[in-house]
């Protein structure tokens, strides 16, 4: 059977780790290989990296960060942030990651998920999507630049076209509940699972090891990402995954 | 040595750094020459069926791979690379393949017999069970991969599936006959598990030189 991941997500600016507090107030926690094999041993289904460097310097940095993980990291990674172009995706995938995630980008211009999808396989694009509730729209909001700035789009409508366009899995963050620790917003987690045929991450929120559960069953999420609760130990990957073992929800 | 397929279709890089952590040497090519100087062969690959058949075809690759399995040459064909040894894909209309083992590719349904929807592509870490007795299982335990893939075999030849993978259907994981192997999922992504299946393999190479 097909388990549940836990995904913890690591902020890389200028080729250090980070992590930021609901998108703001920054706090260096580490070399990217080093957490990256650290979370290999605790049992973490994929990772996540996230390129929040400004300046040309730290993307190139990232290339570097890339091949350097690829090099040592026997699972599954992610990275995004800064991809606006195949060019881009092309210098991370072939660097050796696995899935690219596009958010701003894909947004801005929807046939660069179309483009990468095609030559690479939905398999390696994520679509991410920043998503906070609207009281007019009575739906979520769609939101780019790092959550500064509000689009058109409703959700559930973009995750559709995304899909449509060839994402191969949707990487859905909650900006209400993002920093909070008050577990993950699981009726948005929800309405997108079960509004696209591809997998969900649910991202946003993550303060114990029974929000994971809620997410997987209420949420219909299949893999969840954190990385505060991680990266500052208030729980472990482990003992995440044995409360859902115990809970009866399958992980590895 | 090992010849890793370089036909233009996923990345190689994850499986040369499989490889290097593993001190094999290797070499990565599209020319048939080159490989013919690997002992065993790795045919990597993600992305469309049709379009891999067309470019090994075109390089010279697929008749290389053919020869190659009938000389008695170690073959292990990785996901999309795993497909390609089977007779035929559904994807994207009917495209013929190696055909070094029996059996087709077909696309999930993405309802299971209750009619409720499940998730396409089976992308994630899923529990092996092994079926039949294969040299690439030797000493290992039913542990988890990572599989990341739309469409799977289906063949009459149970056999030929050395371990399956339950997603809505038993789902080929390892196919194994002879000197043709395959696995479904991305051993180089799969942990110590991945690493311990890919070690299998070369020491089968390994034994025949």
Known sequence: MLTKRIIPCLDVKEGRVVKGVQFVSLRDAGDPVELAAFYDQEGADELVFLDISASHEGRETMVDVVRAVAGSLAIPFTVGGGINSLEDMKRILRAGADKVSLNTSAVLRPELIT???????????????????????????????????????EVIAWVKEAVNRGAGEILLTSMDNDGEKQGFNLALTKAVSESVSVPVIASGGAGSAAHFEEVFTTGKADAALAASIFHYKETSVKEVKSFLKQKGVVVR | MIGIVDYGMGNLFSVSKALERLQTEFIISDDPAELAKADGIILPGVGSFRDAMMLLERKKLATFLKNHVDKGGFLLGI???????????????????????????????????????????????????????????????????????????????????????????????????????????????????????????????????
């Open chain 2, 79 to 209: 996901c999309l690379g795993m497909q390609l040894l089977f007779e035929e894909s559904e994807e994207n209309g009917p495209a013929k393949g190696l055909s070094l083992l029996p059996g087709k590719v077909v696309r999930f349904s993405g309802r299971d017999s209750k009619n409720n929807a499940y998730k396409v592509p089976h992308m994630g870490w899923n529990k092996l069970t092994f079926n039949n007795h294969s040299p690439l299982l030797k000493g290992l335990e039913e542990d988890y991969v990572y599989f990341v893939h739309s469409y799977f075999v289906v063949t009459n030849e149970t056999e030929v599936v050395a371990a399956s993978a339950k997603y809505d259907v038993d789902v080929p994981a390892i196919v194994a006959k002879d000197n043709v192997f395959g696995m479904q999922f991305h051993p180089e992504k799969s942990g110590s598990m991945g690493m311990s299946l890919l070690k299998n393999y070369l020491s089968l190479v390994k034994g025949r030189q």
């Open chain 1, 115 to 153: 483009e990468g999808a095609d030559y690479f396989g939905s398999q390696c694009i994520v679509v991410a999507v920043d998503a906070r509730w609207d009281e007019t729209l009575g739906s979520w909001r769609v939101y780019t630049h790092g959550g500064r700035r509000a689009t058109d789009w």
